[in-house]
């Protein structure tokens, strides 16, 4: 449907609405009515008529024009406009005579309509062009599609305008070229979680045992009369009457039993892998990307960036998807990760303009086209081809994958790529579950062995019976029974809801810790930070407020506390700053004045560029103006900001042939690279030795000591006359500069530092600031902040003074030097990201203290990267944060704020806290449970607590209170203690005395009802009960007590530091009264209407009461237990050895922590709990490398 407009003329210029005409076949105008609208940049074409190019709702297309009847029109012009360079992109008035470069194509280009399929271009010809590099791919580029111009075309878009925004242009490139997301791995199904529960090593035992006395409940031999022996202790013909209704009826129930506790462990799991699939989610949401849009950068989730958008990039940043480079200013990419390449490659439209996502942006900025993205990406391919290897787990699959991909690895777990210390809980909780699993299986083993043996010695040697055909049957059962409850006690006493009770308790904290503006990256960094002993801070942003204004100047040799008006300062001098301040900040730096009643300036962008921008506006001086005269392309060359260079200077090519060179950055450098400077009326003036001494003495210092951040700006010139210098050579650039004006930078402090500080230091926590300011300002802050007090005598220090200090004669650092230091220092300014890394990395390798200590620390910038990764937790700021820093760090702080790491310090002690809240609970039952199926079984040949109850404890133990107890919300109290350090015992002495104080009680009531209950409540006892028989109200009583000590012991378990009041906050919590209120009202149920499944019989309201009053006893008992003094435990501790530290060893965060509980557990279920996490932790790395600053 095409219609070819040959000799028909264009005209350019009209908008929307407009009404033109097209020339008919006889020369007479026929009208049109237009209501498309033009983008600037494109303009009338040769041979054509008022014919105009648009972007209709999200794609580059034709405007409809009526020709008579006829609305279809061949483009083909229109594709050769767009390529023919600077002329045509100025936009021409009507009837103006077109280029002499114009000309036709010599084959069609036609535009997609909506209906019609979307590009012009395949994503095999995309992908063949993104895995070529250098001049191979220029070549590529010029030669298939005509160049980057071109290929803006076949993509449809506008390199200055970007999309337009029509969700349902955006919905068909995804149709297309895919969506900006990898594929996750599929979640497991319910099914096979059932499956991993059933392998369990324990519950094997106890379905083998279920199904052999299940099989021998239906084998009736003939008794004889040399057999009739092996029936006596079956009790009477009435009795056997009975037990052939119940005598299958324990094997049946016994399986019913493990089923429930196999469903209930598969639910667990199942909601565990669902709750990180919610946090993947959140995760996704978050992770933001900017595009140009309609002409406007936007940001937008990483996700919806589709192939055709047009991203900006600059220092810091991390490509978010693939990409050719469109324009750049002295680009240059880290590409180490990619196989082969450099950390510092130079790109460029004519050298090598491809781009990668997953690489960071090093120096200079640059504007991309994005051409591949998700599974379609290199980086996706890469991780694509790796997940489907792994899970078909062939060799064969493994040889598809190119040595690219199988080289990229360490591309794609860039985290894992270090080696982190294992977490203070994760030691402590491998070596406790370890010991509870030995003890559990050595109490098992010795009950097993002592009923067999009894019912040995009992039956053959004192009875004097002999084993005969016909009694096997009858004996095997009751091997089988003492198997089940040697088997139940391990049940019992294995840990299995200890990983589970982690898992829940991180994941649940980590979702919590979200809404106080702290994404975790890292489970084992949610409790890492609750021990932490030392904090390292930036200053901007995390103390103070981020919001950055000028507040005093040195201009024209004249000192103003106040800034000045504009009519106070000489035209030349309000030139400079006007040029030097708009083209040496970036373009992306914007200040928007307040409307709409709002009373803050809005700051986009850097804030030190802000402050300077806002200045410019105080001084009536527009630098929009400026910018759109001297546009960001223009720039000659550009020396952008790094943390090695510490400033920034921009190059402009003047009319005349010579060079103009401004310059910025902090005082003391821009400073001493001076040899002049303007005087008031703005002429340039030698400026000596003496005088900078004068300077930084009078001006310098006096505002650094206010906190002040002092920045000084500068030019230099370079004439036509000399020869073009070499711009590589920064040190010969960045010289012989002329000071312009020395500016003072005000950041205030965030009025809820001071207090936060207090609540830190009160914690046992060291806050240290280590900026890159000067020492004078970062000392003023911090005796804002109360890091710096004058009732100490604390260190603060410069970087070349720390070096100085650490180093030996040889230069070589002494750990016994940094010993003597970084004790006492508060504050290290000038501080360089390796003076910072030297810092951490010594504090954490130092014992001086007599503890490792635990180091958290803050990092923004691109080279704070290795900083991030070496200490214990790193968090990285989400706002002026870069791409690299949120990568390498464990917790991003969303709002920048030091108030959200506290709060990240509390919820980190909350989960250490809700899992010794956990841990004392099972201990105690777990030592009560084995204690009395022990002595029950040496003193009656039968445990008082039948395998059902004992597997119903166990769910109570492990599945119900993981949930209750490990979701107790954080309160200001954690912040009253010291961490708990690395050398600390797991079970304080509080814990310890918990324990033994609440199994002592509990053993003697149990005990009690054991043996005098019938006496006591006038009922049968139960402890002489024959094999089969039926259930007894003894027993059932001392079931339901059991349990109900355990459900008020749940309340009492929620205090681990002896405090008193164990109700307080327990109705903040509604999960922990929902399970406590639902396992009583299932107990209930269970013991009225169990029978024989739950070896229960129904109680009388009286005995229910009995048991809910020694139940409830357990709080009164809990107050004495508070009472008796810690000291009295301290022995036991001392006795079971201290926890000595452990040197620090490579680990999969968190997952590693189950490897040593593998001959207890099910393998299979622990590798699908690391499989969960690591599955989480690689699916968050490959998301959060995509989120671009």
Known sequence: MTLGLAGVNTLAGERGGERGEIGSGDGAPTPILSSCWEPRGWVGLESVQRLRLAVAPGILGVCEVRVGGGVEVDTRASSQAKL?????????????????????????????????????????????????????????????????????LLLQTDPELGLHSDPGELSRRREQFGTNEVPKPRSRYFLELVWDALQDTTLIFLEVAAVVSLAL??????????????????????????????????????????????????????????????????????????????????????????????????????????????????????????????????????????????????????????????????????????????QQGRLEEQRK??????????????????????????????????????????????????????????????????WTYGCTSIYMQYFIKFFIIGITILVVAVPEGLPLVVTWSLAYSVRKMMKDNNLVKHLNACEMIGNATTICLDKTGTLTMNRMTVVQAYIGENHYQKLPKTNSISDPILEYLLKGITVNCSYTSNVILPKDGKKLVQQIGNKTECALLGFLLHLELDYEKERNKIPQKSLYKVYTFNSDRRSMSTVLKLSTGGFLMFSKGPSEIILAKCCKILNKMGTPVELTETKKEEIVQNIIVPMASEGLQTICLAFREFSDQEKEPDWDKEEDIVTKLTCIALVGIEDPVRPEIPSAIRKCQRAGITVRMVTGDDLNTAKAIALKCGILDLHHNYLSLEGREFNRLIHTKHGKIEQKLLDKIWPRLRVLARCSPTEKYTLIQGIINSDVLGMRQIVAVTGDGTNDGPVLKVADVGFALGIIGTDIAREASDIIVMDDSFTSIMKAVMWGRNTYDNISKFLQFQLTVS?????????????????????????????????????????????????????????????????????????????????????????LFDFESGRKALLHSPPSTHYTMIFNTFVMMQLFNEINARKIHGERNVFEGIFDNNIFCIIVGGTFALQFLIVQFGGNVFSCTNLSPDLWLWCIFLGAGVLVWGQFVTTIPNKCVEPLIRLMGERSEEKADTICPIASMTEDLLWVQNPSRIQNQKRLIQSYHSYFHRSVSQITH
């Open 401 to 466: 994958v190119p040595d690219w991909a199988i080289q990229g690895k360490s591309f794609i777990k860039p985290k894992h790529s270090y080696s982190k210390a294992k977490s203070v809980l994760q030691k402590k909780l491998t070596k406790l579950a370890v010991l509870i699993g030995k003890c559990g299986m050595f109490m098992a083993t010795i009950t097993v062995v002592t009923l067999v043996t009894y019912f040995v010695i009992n039956t053959f040697v004192i009875e004097g019976q002999k």
């Open 927 to 1015: 030592v009560v449970a084995m204690v009395v199926a022990f002595i029950g079984a040496c003193v009656t040949q039968d445990s008082p607590l039948k395998a059902v109850q004992m597997l119903w404890i166990n769910l109570i133990m492990d599945a119900f209170a993981s949930l209750t107890l490990a979701t107790e919300k954080p309160t200001e109290a954690l912040l009253l203690r010291k961490p708990y350090g690395r050398k600390q015992n797991l079970l304080s002495s509080s814990m310890v005395k918990y324990i033994l104080g609440h199994a002592a009680y509990q053993l003697t009531v149990t005990f009690v009802l054991m043996f005098v209950g019938e006496e």
């Open 217 to 390: 409940a239906f084998y009736e031999p003939k008794v004889s009369g040399d057999t009739k022996g092996c029936y006596v202790s079956r009790g009477s013909e009435e009795e056997e009457g009975k037990e052939k209704v119940v005598h299958w009826l324990e094997g049946a129930v016994l399986l019913m039993s493990v089923a429930l506790v196999v469903l209930t462990t598969a639910l667990n799991d199942w909601n565990k892998e669902k709750e990180f699939r919610h946090l993947e989610d959140r995760v996704v949401l978050s992770q933001k990307g900017k595009v140009v849009r309609n002409g406007q950068m936007l940001e937008v989730p990483v996700k919806d960036i589709v192939v055709g958008d047009i991203v900006p990039v600059s220092y810091g940043d991390m490509l978010p998807a693939d990409g050719v480079l469109l324009e750049g200013q002295s680009l240059k990419m880290n590409e180490s990760s990619l196989p082969g390449r450099l950390n510092m490659v130079k790109k460029s439209p004519n050298h090598d303009p491809i781009l990668l996502s997953g690489t960071y942006v090093m120096e200079g900025w640059g504007k991309i086209l994005v051409t591949a993205v998700g599974p379609n990406s290199q980086t996706g391919i890469i991780l694509t081809s790796l997940e489907a290897s792994a």
């Open 84 to 152: 023919e360079g600077e002329d045509l992109a100025k936009p021409r008035v009507a009837n103006e005579a077109p280029s002499s470069q114009s000309r036709l194509l010599d084959t069609p280009l036609r535009f997609s309509r909506v209906t019609e399929p979307l590009l012009q271009v395949s994503l095999r010809d995309l992908g063949q062009l993104m895995r070529l590099r250098g001049v191979e791919a220029v070549e590529r580029l010029e030669g298939h599609f005509g160049g980057v111009s071109r290929l803006c």
